[in-house]
């Protein structure tokens, strides 16, 4: 049986010292818990390891670190100047129509009203109307299940930007 190689950006993200990978790290989720449990974790021996950490640190996030972690994401249509991951990941807002961009703005507005925080999906890969229907579908839930929903889709962005992470050479 041959084993697979270990991907060079995660012998890169194990060899980092704890400041700069909790800087790399904290680029790919604002939760401070997340952070941590992902550092305490190191090293990991395969990409699956890590991920699997992930998902196991997103599962353990109480309220306030599901908050902060939220907090790092920009509403749906209005990626974060200068913040090429939220740009790339809404990719599917970028040529979309004036009408659906002010209809995305006031479903994100009411989604906000209604649950406290940012409509949040895995946006990679979406149109601007899959996105539409998805936060009008969930605009309807209530906040427990929301909530659940949520963390899923964190811990789906997450595992792309980890993966992202790990197709880097160098810092």
């Given at each position: 049986?041959?084993?697979?190689?270990?991907?060079?950006?995660?012998?890169?993200?194990?060899?980092?010292?704890?400041?700069?990978?909790?800087?790399?790290?904290?680029?790919?989720?604002?939760?401070?818990?997340?952070?941590?449990?992902?550092?305490?974790?190191?090293?990991?021996?395969?990409?699956?390891?890590?991920?699997?950490?992930?998902?196991?640190?997103?599962?353990?996030?109480?309220?306030?670190?599901?908050?902060?972690?939220?907090?790092?994401?920009?509403?749906?249509?209005?990626?974060?100047?200068?913040?090429?991951?939220?740009a790339?990941?809404?990719?599917?807002?970028?040529?979309?129509?004036?009408?659906?961009?002010?209809?995305?703005?006031?479903?994100?507005?009411?989604?906000?009203?209604?649950?406290?925080?940012?409509?949040?999906?895995?946006?990679?890969?979406?149109?601007?109307?899959?996105?539409?229907?998805?936060?009008?579908?969930?605009?309807?839930?209530?906040?427990?299940?929301?909530?659940e929903?949520?963390?899923?889709?964190?811990?789906?962005?997450?595992?792309?930007?980890?993966?992202r992470?790990?197709?880097?050479?160098?810092?």
């Amino acid at each position: 049986m041959t084993s697979t190689p270990t991907p060079s950006g995660l012998t890169r993200l194990n060899a980092l010292e704890e400041p700069a990978a909790r800087a790399e790290l904290h680029e790919v989720c604002a939760s401070t818990a997340w952070v941590e449990r992902l550092l305490d974790a190191r090293p990991y021996a395969t990409a699956d390891d890590l991920y699997a950490a992930s998902d196991a640190a997103m599962a353990a996030l109480m309220t306030a670190d599901l908050e902060q972690a939220m907090s790092g994401h920009p509403p749906i249509g209005r990626p974060k100047p200068g913040d090429p991951s939220s740009a790339r990941e809404q990719r599917g807002m970028a040529g979309a129509s004036a009408e659906l961009r002010a209809e995305m703005l006031e479903l994100n507005l009411a989604y906000q009203e209604k649950f406290g925080h940012v409509f949040l999906i895995c946006a990679t890969g979406r149109t601007g109307e899959q996105m539409r229907d998805a936060v009008r579908e969930r605009i309807g839930n209530p906040p427990e299940r929301e909530r659940e929903i949520v963390r899923t889709e964190l811990g789906k962005i997450n595992r792309i930007r980890l993966a992202r992470l790990l197709e880097e050479e160098t810092a």
